[in-house]
């Protein structure tokens, strides 16, 4: 795909953002918590990073995820106290910001990591193409990065085949997509949020299940 091009197709990436507004205090009770490491491996700044966290956790919010968002530094400068690396499908997942394009195209922004059962908890985001995206003239630069990342823990969430015809997990974006992307007008299907839920709360009660049934007898 040429970079002049409108259209934005991506083997694992849709583009979307979500309102900024957080969700209503009166749904907090039913609000899942999901915890997700960021490796600044591309030393992406400051500014444009904490834009990037806000934009992906406004879109989290829309759909009852409250996203811990844990700033794990950049190489040679890791913050190891914070427990970036306790990293367990689905409750904490990991997001590696990386310099360069993905093996087999310049034009992917993102991957998500599936094993054969449609679980995984690792996401690249790759800053070289989308620092240069044509996408760039309708989105701020963290706005885009924090959209990247949603759409790619979307992914892990909701496990293979997760690319909709619409919303946040579309997989292709043109022009007038990219507007209404900007106003913050885009996100999660209903569905997609209830599956993400019922998946979250599923393989959440199974690793719980397997570390009681890994204990000794009376511990």
């Known amino acids: 795909m040429s970079r002049r091009s409108w259209v934005l197709t991506i083997a694992f990436l849709g583009l979307a953002c979500a309102r900024g507004t957080p969700a209503r205090e009166d749904a907090q009770a039913d609000t899942v918590r999901l915890k997700v490491s960021v490796f600044n491996d591309a030393r992406v700044p400051q500014p444009v990073l904490r834009a990037a966290e806000l934009r992906a956790r406004a879109v989290f919010a829309e759909a009852k995820l409250s996203l811990v968002w844990l700033d794990c530094g950049t190489p040679g400068h890791w913050h190891t106290e914070l427990g970036c690396q306790d990293v367990a499908?689905?409750?904490?997942?990991?997001?590696?910001?990386?310099?360069?394009?993905?093996?087999?195209?310049?034009?992917?922004?993102?991957?998500?990591f599936l094993d054969e059962r449609g679980e995984g908890s690792y996401v690249n985001v790759y800053l070289t193409p989308l620092a240069s995206a044509k996408a760039l003239e309708?989105?701020?630069?963290?706005?885009?990065?924090?959209?990247?990342?949603?759409?790619?823990?979307?992914?892990?969430?909701?496990?293979?085949?997760?690319?909709s015809e619409e919303g946040l997990m579309r997989a292709r974006w043109e022009a007038r997509e990219l507007r209404e992307a900007a106003k913050g007008n885009l996100l999660f299907?209903?569905?997609?949020?209830?599956?993400?839920?019922?998946?979250?709360?599923?393989?959440?009660?199974?690793?719980?299940?397997?570390?009681?049934?890994?204990?000794?007898?009376?511990s």
Request: glycine share 12%; aromatic share 4%; hydrophobic share 40%.
């Open 89 to 112: 499908f689905p409750s904490h997942l990991s997001v590696r910001l990386a310099t360069g394009v993905p093996a087999g195209s310049g034009d992917i922004f993102g991957q998500s």
């Open 138 to 163: 309708i989105l701020r630069e963290g706005d885009l990065l924090g959209c990247v990342i949603a759409h790619e823990l979307g992914h892990l969430l909701l496990g293979k085949s997760s690319h």
């Open 189 to 218: 299907s209903k569905s997609e949020t209830e599956r993400m839920r019922v998946r979250y709360r599923s393989a959440t009660a199974l690793a719980q299940g397997d570390v009681a049934r890994l204990r000794p007898a009376g």
